[in-house]
């Protein structure tokens, strides 16, 4: 029922400190075309019409989008940035292998309060 | 069982901040973490709530195989397309790990099940880490505690590692208990020898072409412990991806513990074990002829919901947003009461190892929920 300590209890506190450290740190970068929704990658991959000419408006269609939220196809993007933030690695939805990697399929439930119980 | 006043530590705010209580403060504005006081039990009052914990186990996996045998999947609001794969996992038997009863106990009759957190459970380091330190501060030599839930996830963790494919990825939501109680968990799977990596659980990949879960890398995702709660995962877009791999990744928890993380439990344990000693009296839909009752959501978290009946009539409630997945009624109990404080001791529990701690939480209100304090505790004797 009770127990003596542990060593590996007696370095659990210093450890916990390091495992977090090596949570995700990292923004993922999606392709969104001019109304801000999540689009294939492909789209921004591929040459796109040079802004500012006549008939294209200020910006290119298609664009990358940093961070925030907003993942599955059609949804809206919001609470990131076109501008990569500094320092942090960048997630792109492709593999390396270049599979086309969907995410934000799980999460949509969290909405900043626990999901813990 | 008592509470007892207790003057705290010197710099304690700092000592569990360092050992990993980084979630302390409350929407209030309170500290969570309460060591003005501790609740102290004998090493009888602690066997008890260790053997009640075990009994109500087996009682809930014959109310598990009840619910499956009888398909009475309808009364917890499981949507149809979950069914099977819970009736697969339950009779395949994947790895689980833990889970968190509640129950209501003073010290003065039989513990009484409240709920059982067998999907999610959270208020982890304080019970497993952080009150053994501070007992350990406090009382060196002279007490001990119900706590070797550190010890027996290590030792879980070792057991299903030959059954699980490396490396176990941990996804949880961007919240400080989620991220640290995830932490914890890898941490003693590290322990335990297993590689792990982590994410979030918005950034778990879906590959197209290969159709696999995926990691940050692309890499595929085998195994998989999330802290996020199969109620909601089956009402996201990825969950026609988790039937159609399955049985890959291996989700831990597995998806049959939605039969025991819904109060539709509570009212089929006292339709199995009418009169048991360690259940309350708890119906479904309604609270036929109580008069004294409480009123709980299915799928409620953190006393949201929640509505308390004497004699026939409203006394409080708690608002949120749970109110639509139907509801529980469980008759009233006083054993949760230690003055003007509401305690309800968390029982932990480890597969295959049965009950291996307590932690206990506490309120001014009848209700505990998200503005509860926990409060360590020792055993004498």
Excluded at chain 1, 93 to 100: C, D, K, L, W, Y
Excluded at chain 2, 19 to 47: F, I, V
Excluded at chain 2, 334 to 357: I, M, N, P, R
């Amino acid at each position: 029922m009770t127990r003596r300590i542990s060593l590996s209890l007696l370095t659990v506190a210093a450890m916990l400190s390091m495992s977090c450290e090596h949570k995700p740190k990292g923004q993922v970068a999606r392709c969104v075309d001019q109304n801000g929704r999540v689009v294939g990658d492909d789209k921004c991959d591929q040459p796109q019409h040079t802004p500012g000419t006549p008939g294209w408006g200020v910006y290119p269609y298609y664009r990358w989008y940093y961070g925030g939220q907003g993942y599955a196809f059609g949804a809206p993007v919001t609470q990131g940035s076109f501008d990569p933030a500094p320092n942090l690695p960048i997630f792109r939805e492709s593999s390396p292998e270049g599979s086309a990697i969907m995410r934000g399929g799980f999460g949509s439930g969290f909405s900043g309060g626990g999901v813990g119980a | 069982m008592r509470r007892v006043i207790s003057t705290p530590r010197d710099n304690w705010l700092a000592t569990v901040t360092k050992q990993g209580l980084t979630y302390n403060r409350l929407p209030d504005g309170r500290d969570y973490w309460n060591e003005s006081a501790y609740y102290e039990l004998s090493k009888a009052e602690a066997k008890v709530v260790e053997d009640a914990t075990n009994e109500l186990q087996n009682m809930c996996l014959a109310a598990g195989q009840f619910v499956i045998d009888n398909a009475r999947y309808g009364d917890f609001g499981i949507p149809g397309d979950a069914t099977e794969l819970i009736r697969k996992t339950w009779t395949a038997e994947p790895p689980a790990l833990y889970g968190r009863m509640d129950l209501a106990y003073n010290g003065s009759g039989p513990p009484k099940l409240l709920e059982y957190n067998a999907d999610t459970p959270t208020a982890l380091i304080e019970a497993a880490v952080i009150q053994w330190f501070w007992m350990k501060d406090k009382f060196p030599r002279s007490a001990s505690q119900f706590n070797s839930i550190h010890d027996k996830l290590i030792w879980k963790w070792k057991d299903i590692k030959p059954y699980m494919k490396q490396p176990v990825f941990f996804a949880h939501c961007e919240l400080e208990e989620d991220t640290m109680t995830t932490c914890y968990l890898r941490q003693t799977a590290e322990d335990a020898g297993i590689e792990t990596r982590g994410l979030l659980i918005d950034q778990l990949g879906w590959d197209i072409r290969k159709q696999q879960f995926a990691g940050l890398e692309g890499e595929r995702v085998e195994t998989l412990f999330k802290l996020y709660p199969w109620e909601m995962m089956v009402k996201e877009p990825f969950w026609k991806n988790v039937m159609q791999s399955h049985p890959v990744p291996i989700w831990i928890e597995p998806i049959w513990k939605m039969l025991f993380s819904n109060k539709a439990l509570l009212a089929i344990l006292w339709e199995m074990y009418p009169d048991n000693q360690y259940l309350l009296p708890a119906y479904l839909d309604s609270p036929k002829d109580m008069l004294n009752y409480v009123k709980k959501p299915k799928l409620g978290r953190e006393g949201a919901n929640v509505g308390i009946y004497k004699s026939g009539m409203l006394q409080t409630e708690t608002d949120g947003r749970y109110a639509n997945s139907g509801f529980v009624y469980q008759a009233l109990t006083e054993s949760t009461q230690f003055g003007v404080k509401t305690a309800v001791v968390g029982s932990w529990l480890v597969a295959d190892a049965g009950a291996c701690g307590i932690g206990i939480r506490e309120a001014e209100s009848p209700i505990t929920g998200n503005f509860s304090q926990f409060v360590p505790h020792i055993v004498t004797g």
